[in-house]
């Protein structure tokens, strides 16, 4: 068994060497997957590692979390499945597509303010809010995309942010009373079946079963994220991938790549959509920093961080995002080599108030290096080679 | 400017007739705005050329890098703001004259341009655009950061000298003398560049590099250095411009991203690789984002339609030109074709 083979995504993308110096993929290695002694089980369980993976990470995240040693509170976990659901959406088109978008946080937005706008607002019911943002998501995705996708590279991104601006600057202007301008939507913006205590957001919908927001969560970012990798496996994910390999190669294969894309932009405005509906349940409002290009650029760090040529890179990155957020900004003291015997104590509040210089400068590192890898990378190849030298020695 | 000129012309000759019938409406309601509110319009008419000439500023920059080595330089923005801020330093902070941070500020942020180039650009040139735009983007956030750190969150203000403090009268309304100042100067430094790249010597062997590096190299031009020395002055310009804009309305965290994706409208719009088509785009831009406005309120008070007249379209007005242009001309006003498509 082999962990480089361990991206779903580019499963049929097999031998072939990506120009981007990632590994080289090849069918001897499978086969030797069936001589392990675990072999038979691992081996009939293999082609469904994304599904289990996404389900222990489910499972595990939030115990992981709220453990003492790490960030010791349970809520983020529910935050940090919002934000994998929104950047795993986002790389969809620059990981598997080649498209940079810097305007994403406009269809995160749709979802929160559809909710946010048809409870507050217009008194409508929660869903028709949440499938009313979604659909205008994926519409003014298609409408965008038709209009831009084929501007280069350059175009697109830029062209992408000054429509997510643009967006901004509407929903600042608060048009007929609906958005609130830049106070946002609070109030009556969470269904019925959703009732705060204490911070502690529990549902009334099927009490028996669940009554904890973050299985709510949950459920819905497994069923997107198991969409989007039946999406990358499929035939349209692979000329998705082929299309950000070669695009004219692609298209002289007879692939009509703007379709495509057009198709992958409108699937990627959806999800996030979907990922702004969940915000807004988690945080109670809908607020106007989520249309800002900060939204969207954080993104793009999370994503670019854990490495977005991988299925599991983006989620990599909101996890490492979010633990050092509120990890370093809880120190106040540093104490080495341990808090119950410090030799060394330094004050570090001043200098962790301002942890994002620290992750600009590992980002801009990371982009410098291996703009494809990130994180997950990183780690893949570490372990990976550990792996094989260990297995060298056994033998 | 007679290859300016020409390009105008060429321009204006295979322009559609549904692009010219648009320019003939925005005259016909412009000049309805100028008589009937005469003031106003001047008002905003000069606020739009201030305006103009400062987005100019970073613009030009920012099209030179990209122009030239293909970089999309977005950390242009933060040298913008970097201006702003160290100028904040020597007025406000050490109580200099302005007119020492007018000179000095442009070269420190020169510098540090030359410092973003030699240690993260360079490696970029002739990869992928995306990289370099990934890779400046980081930088931005570290010098946002990095500011935050030394001059705080808060928006911070100083004063202009007292014979700038003064305003001027035009006839119909009165001017601040700092807005006449501010255009003069950044309209001197946009033409100094304009002049040095296009027609002296320099210009010409950083244009001859681009277009075939090596055979350059072996006509004895240092290429490495001059691209440096480029940098350098798309730096200082936009750092000169972040001291207008600093003296004028403060400075703030925030300038840094909103003024890097306004000029890259400004570009797409004029058409990227094209320096003339970014100084004219700048100023079009500006003067729309400020008469739009006045244009609407005249418009509601001659037909007495209160709703035409949008509170707050200003911000909005630079996309919506952007994808007029684009849709019309997709390669922008004087873009040459295939540019980094």
């Given at each position: 068994?082999?962990?480089s083979?361990?991206?779903?995504?580019v499963?049929?993308?097999?031998?072939?060497?990506?120009?981007?110096?990632g590994?080289?993929?090849?069918?001897e290695e499978?086969?030797?997957?069936?001589?392990?002694p675990?072999?038979?089980?691992v081996?009939?369980?293999?082609?469904?590692?994304?599904?289990?993976?996404?389900?222990?990470?489910?499972?595990?995240?939030?115990?992981?979390?709220?453990?003492?040693?790490?960030?010791?509170?349970?809520?983020i976990?529910?935050?940090?499945?919002?934000?994998m659901?929104?950047?795993?959406?986002?790389?969809?088109?620059f990981?598997?597509?080649?498209?940079?978008?810097?305007g994403?946080?406009m269809?995160f937005?749709?979802?929160?303010?559809?909710?946010?706008?048809?409870?507050s607002?217009?008194?409508?019911?929660?869903?028709?809010?949440?499938?009313?943002?979604?659909?205008?998501?994926?519409?003014?995705?298609t409408?965008?995309?038709r209009?831009?996708?084929?501007?280069?590279?350059?175009?697109?991104?830029?062209?992408?942010?000054?429509?997510?601006?643009?967006?901004?600057?509407?929903?600042?202007?608060?048009?007929?009373?609906?958005?609130?301008?830049?106070?946002?939507?609070?109030?009556?913006t969470?269904?019925?079946?959703?009732?705060?205590?204490?911070?502690e957001?529990?549902?009334t919908l099927?009490?028996?079963?669940?009554?904890?927001?973050?299985?709510?969560?949950?459920?819905?970012?497994?069923?997107?994220?198991?969409a989007?990798?039946?999406?990358?496996?499929?035939?349209?994910?692979?000329?998705?991938?082929?299309?950000r390999?070669?695009?004219?190669?692609?298209?002289?294969?007879?692939?009509?790549?703007?379709?495509?894309?057009?198709?992958?932009?409108?699937?990627?405005s959806?999800l996030?959509?979907?990922?702004?509906?969940?915000?807004?349940?988690?945080?109670?409002?809908?607020?106007?920093?989520?249309?800002?290009?900060?939204?969207?650029?954080?993104?793009?760090?999370?994503?670019?961080?854990?490495?977005?040529?991988?299925?599991?890179?983006?989620?990599?990155?909101?996890?490492?995002?979010?633990?050092?957020?509120?990890?370093?900004?809880?120190?106040?003291?540093?104490?080495?080599?341990?808090?119950?015997?410090?030799?060394?104590?330094l004050?570090?509040?001043?200098?962790l108030?301002?942890?994002?210089?620290?992750?600009?400068?590992?980002f801009?590192?990371?982009?410098?290096?291996?703009?494809?890898?990130?994180?997950?990378?990183?780690?893949?190849?570490?372990i990976?080679?550990?792996?094989?030298?260990?297995?060298?020695?056994d033998? | 400017m007679?290859?300016?000129?020409?390009?105008?012309?060429a321009?204006?000759?295979d322009?559609?007739?549904?692009?010219?019938?648009?320019?003939?409406?925005?005259?016909?309601?412009?000049?309805l705005?100028?008589?009937?509110?005469?003031?106003?319009?001047v008002?905003?008419?000069?606020?739009?050329?201030?305006?103009?000439?400062?987005?100019?500023?970073?613009?030009?920059?920012?099209?030179?890098?990209?122009?030239?080595m293909?970089?999309?330089?977005f950390?242009?923005?933060?040298?913008?703001?970097?201006?702003?801020?160290?100028?904040?330093?020597?007025?406000?902070?050490?109580?200099?004259?302005?007119?020492v941070?007018?000179?000095?500020?442009?070269?420190?942020?020169?510098v540090?341009?030359?410092?973003?180039?030699m240690?993260?650009?360079?490696?970029?040139?002739?990869?992928?655009?995306?990289?370099?735009?990934?890779?400046?983007?980081?930088?931005?956030l570290?010098?946002?950061?990095?500011?935050?750190?030394?001059?705080?969150?808060?928006?911070?203000?100083?004063?202009?000298?007292?014979?700038?403090?003064?305003?001027?009268?035009?006839?119909?309304?009165?001017?601040?003398?700092?807005?006449?100042?501010a255009?003069?100067?950044?309209?001197?430094?946009?033409l100094?560049?304009?002049?040095?790249?296009?027609?002296?010597?320099?210009?010409?062997?950083?244009?001859?590099?681009?277009?075939d590096?090596?055979?350059?190299e072996?006509?004895?031009?240092?290429?490495?250095?001059?691209?440096t020395?480029?940098?350098?002055?798309?730096?200082?310009?936009?750092?000169?411009?972040?001291?207008?804009?600093?003296?004028?309305?403060?400075?703030?965290?925030?300038?840094?991203?909103?003024?890097?994706?306004?000029?890259?409208?400004?570009?797409?719009v004029?058409?990227?690789?094209?320096l003339?088509?970014?100084v004219?785009?700048?100023?079009?831009?500006?003067?729309a984002?400020?008469?739009?406005?006045?244009?609407?309120?005249?418009?509601?008070?001659?037909?007495?339609?209160?709703?035409?007249?949008v509170?707050?379209?200003?911000?909005?007005?630079?996309?919506?030109?952007?994808?007029?242009?684009?849709?019309v001309?997709?390669?922008?006003l004087?873009g040459?074709?295939?540019?980094?498509?």
């Amino acid at each position: 068994m082999t962990a480089s083979d361990a991206d779903g995504s580019v499963d049929a993308a097999r031998t072939v060497e990506r120009p981007d110096g990632g590994t080289v993929e090849s069918d001897e290695e499978t086969e030797a997957v069936v001589e392990t002694p675990l072999g038979p089980l691992v081996a009939r369980l293999w082609p469904y590692r994304v599904p289990i993976g996404l389900f222990a990470l489910v499972v595990f995240l939030r115990p992981v979390v709220a453990h003492p040693w790490f960030l010791g509170f349970e809520q983020i976990a529910t935050t940090m499945l919002v934000w994998m659901l929104f950047v795993a959406a986002w790389n969809l088109l620059f990981g598997f597509t080649g498209l940079l978008s810097f305007g994403h946080a406009m269809f995160f937005g749709f979802g929160m303010y559809g909710v946010a706008i048809a409870m507050s607002r217009l008194d409508l019911p929660f869903l028709v809010g949440a499938v009313g943002g979604v659909v205008l998501a994926a519409v003014v995705g298609t409408l965008l995309g038709r209009l831009i996708v084929e501007k280069g590279e350059i175009y697109f991104a830029m062209l992408t942010l000054a429509v997510g601006q643009a967006v901004y600057f509407m929903v600042n202007r608060d048009p007929y009373g609906l958005t609130g301008g830049s106070n946002g939507l609070t109030g009556t913006t969470l269904p019925p079946w959703i009732e705060t205590f204490r911070g502690e957001k529990t549902l009334t919908l099927l009490p028996e079963f669940a009554n904890d927001f973050y299985y709510l969560v949950a459920a819905v970012f497994l069923l997107c994220m198991l969409a989007l990798w039946q999406l990358l496996r499929s035939p349209f994910g692979q000329t998705l991938i082929a299309i950000r390999e070669n695009e004219p190669l692609a298209r002289a294969m007879g692939v009509d790549t703007t379709r495509y894309k057009i198709a992958a932009f409108t699937a990627s405005s959806a999800l996030a959509a979907v990922a702004g509906v969940l915000l807004e349940l988690n945080d109670g409002a809908a607020s106007l920093a989520t249309f800002d290009v900060l939204t969207s650029g954080d993104a793009v760090l999370m994503a670019i961080l854990g490495g977005v040529n991988y299925f599991f890179g983006p989620i990599t990155g909101v996890f490492v995002w979010f633990g050092a957020e509120d990890y370093l900004t809880d120190f106040t003291l540093l104490q080495l080599p341990l808090a119950e015997y410090p030799l060394v104590t330094l004050d570090v509040s001043g200098i962790l108030q301002f942890w994002r210089f620290g992750l600009g400068a590992i980002f801009v590192l990371v982009v410098l290096l291996s703009p494809k890898d990130g994180v997950y990378g990183l780690l893949r190849t570490g372990i990976t080679r550990a792996y094989h030298r260990a297995r060298g020695a056994d033998e | 400017m007679s290859v300016g000129t020409s390009r105008l012309a060429a321009t204006l000759t295979d322009a559609s007739p549904a692009s010219l019938a648009g320019g003939v409406a925005a005259l016909a309601l412009l000049s309805l705005a100028a008589v009937t509110q005469p003031g106003l319009f001047v008002d905003n008419a000069i606020g739009g050329l201030v305006y103009g000439m400062q987005l100019v500023m970073v613009a030009l920059g920012l099209a030179l890098i990209l122009g030239l080595m293909g970089v999309v330089n977005f950390a242009h923005g933060a040298l913008f703001m970097l201006g702003a801020y160290f100028s904040y330093q020597v007025v406000g902070a050490w109580g200099l004259p302005f007119w020492v941070a007018l000179v000095v500020v442009p070269l420190a942020v020169g510098v540090v341009g030359v410092v973003m180039e030699m240690t993260v650009l360079r490696p970029l040139y002739g990869q992928q655009p995306v990289i370099g735009l990934l890779a400046t983007f980081g930088l931005t956030l570290m010098a946002e950061e990095a500011t935050r750190s030394v001059w705080g969150a808060a928006p911070l203000s100083f004063s202009v000298p007292p014979a700038l403090a003064t305003s001027t009268d035009l006839g119909v309304t009165q001017v601040g003398t700092f807005r006449l100042f501010a255009v003069a100067v950044s309209a001197l430094a946009v033409l100094a560049v304009y002049l040095l790249i296009t027609r002296s010597e320099f210009g010409l062997t950083v244009r001859a590099g681009v277009q075939d590096g090596e055979m350059t190299e072996f006509l004895g031009a240092n290429l490495p250095i001059r691209f440096t020395a480029m940098f350098f002055l798309g730096a200082a310009i936009a750092g000169l411009g972040g001291v207008l804009r600093g003296a004028e309305f403060g400075m703030g965290l925030s300038m840094a991203q909103q003024f890097v994706i306004l000029a890259f409208v400004v570009v797409v719009v004029g058409g990227v690789g094209s320096l003339f088509g970014s100084v004219i785009a700048g100023v079009l831009i500006a003067e729309a984002q400020f008469l739009t406005p006045t244009v609407l309120s005249s418009l509601a008070m001659v037909t007495g339609v209160e709703a035409i007249a949008v509170p707050g379209v200003r911000g909005i007005v630079p996309y919506v030109v952007m994808i007029v242009v684009l849709l019309v001309r997709p390669r922008g006003l004087f873009g040459e074709e295939g540019f980094l498509e």
